[in-house]
T-cell receptor, first 113, second 112 residues
Framework: NAGVTQTPKFRILKIGQSMTLQCTQDMNHNYMYWYRQDPGMGLKLIYYSVGAGITDKGEVPNGYNVSRSTTEDFPLRLELAAPSQTSVYFC????????????FGPGTRLTVL | DAKTTQPPSMDCAEGRAANLPCNHS???????VYWYRQIHSQGPQYIIH???NNETNEMASLIITEDRKSSTLILPHATLRDTAVYYC?????????????FGTGTLLAVQP
């Protein structure tokens, strides 16, 4: 199993541009999550999903959108990039109802200039 | 979810046991203690969790005090690859909206 994969690894955006961060897991997990981590800080939850077609906001959802059309994929969309969205983004998944053992991807490092 | 408090940094000699403390004095009866770690520039990695009994797996041991107000993660023979930030999180097991709240953790530096 590849686990949780994320693309791209790095990206530089200009202010106002849009992009989609991709996340795929091959473990048949129902739960998936998006976090951001600013320099020197802990992770903050952006959005999460409890299954295909079901998503909900986390702590810091403003400026982001998500969709979950399949069990495997959970893309994160930035519509109008702002410098405050410069961060490292991690996708994670977990295998059962409410499990707190989450499996994380390697992250996407995003810079908005 | 209960707040946890950890020292910002610790050192450990390679091959020795690393003991990482965590205080969670307001933990409720149904909250588990979870430990994750994050090696530089990588995604966090689950280590272990427990409720009130001591737990051990292939990575570490978790010792929880009888009053559950604090715990210690033990890496029995630390290696240089164990250098990472370690996060202690108190969380109820189960529930559709469980959210891991990562603080700033403890930076463990394993010295050769």
């Amino acid at each position: 199993n590849a686990g949780v994969t994320q693309t791209p690894k790095f990206r530089i955006l200009k202010i106002g541009q849009s992009m989609t961060l991709q996340c795929t897991q091959d473990m048949n997990h129902n739960y998936m999550y998006w976090y951001r981590q600013d320099p020197g800080m802990g992770l903050k939850l952006i959005y999460y999903s409890v299954g295909a077609g079901i998503t909900d906001k986390g702590e810091v959802p403003n400026g982001y959108n998500v969709s979950r059309s399949t069990t495997e994929d959970f893309p994160l969309r930035l519509e109008l990039a702002a410098p405050s969205q410069t961060s490292v983004y991690f996708c994670a998944s977990s295998y059962d109802w409410g499990s707190n053992e989450q499996f994380f991807g390697p992250g996407t490092r995003l810079t908005v200039l | 979810d209960a707040k946890t408090t950890q020292p910002p940094s610790m050192d450990c000699a390679e091959g020795r046991a690393a003991n990482l403390p965590c205080n969670h004095s307001t933990i409720s009866g149904n909250e588990y203690v979870y430990w994750y770690r994050q090696i530089h520039s990588q995604g966090p990695q689950y280590i272990i969790h427990g409720l009130k009994n001591n737990e051990t797996n292939e990575m570490a041991s978790l010792i929880i005090t009888e009053d559950r107000k604090s715990s210690t993660l033990i890496l029995p023979h630390a290696t240089l690859r164990d250098t990472a930030v370690y996060y202690c999180i108190a969380l109820v097991y189960g529930g559709a909206t469980n959210k891991l709240i990562f603080g700033t953790g403890t930076l463990l530096a394993v010295q050769p």
